[in-house]
Nanobody
Framework: QVQLVESGGGLVRPGGSLRLSCAAS????????MNWFKQIPGEEREWVAT????????AYADSVKGLFIISRDTANARVDLQMNRLKPEDTAVYFC?????????WGKGTLVTVSS
């Protein structure tokens, strides 16, 4: 059974940094691309970043290019999101997940609040 547990969220001031982590289990982690998504209250969930499996290629939404970095630790079945120069509009619940074709469910997410 796929399990995804996000952590690392919290309160940070504009311009600050935060590192989110996602612990994955229940599947062969090294065989699948992983993604981060964000959801602002009342809005549709949006894609943020992707990291591929063995080659670790990355892709980012335009809004976070040059600001966020996605990475993966295959040995520990973990995917991280380093968030830099945070803005109030980054405030959201952040989720990790598999890509759409193999996605089964969503975890609880972790809340990031960017505020003075």
């Amino acid at each position: 059974q796929v399990q995804l547990v996000e952590s690392g969220g919290g309160l940070v001031r504009p311009g600050g940094s935060l590192r989110l982590s996602c612990a994955a289990s229940g599947f062969t982690f090294s065989n699948f691309a992983m993604n981060w998504f964000k959801q602002i209250p009342g809005e549709e969930r949006e894609w943020v970043a992707t990291i591929s499996s063995v080659d670790a290629n990355t892709a980012y939404a335009d809004s976070v290019k040059g600001l966020f970095i996605i990475s993966r630790d295959t040995a520990n079945a973990r995917v991280d999101l380093q968030m830099n120069r945070l803005k109030p509009e980054d405030t959201a619940v952040y989720f990790c997940n598999l890509s759409r074709s193999v996605r089964q469910h969503w975890g609880k997410g972790t809340l990031v609040t960017v505020s003075s």
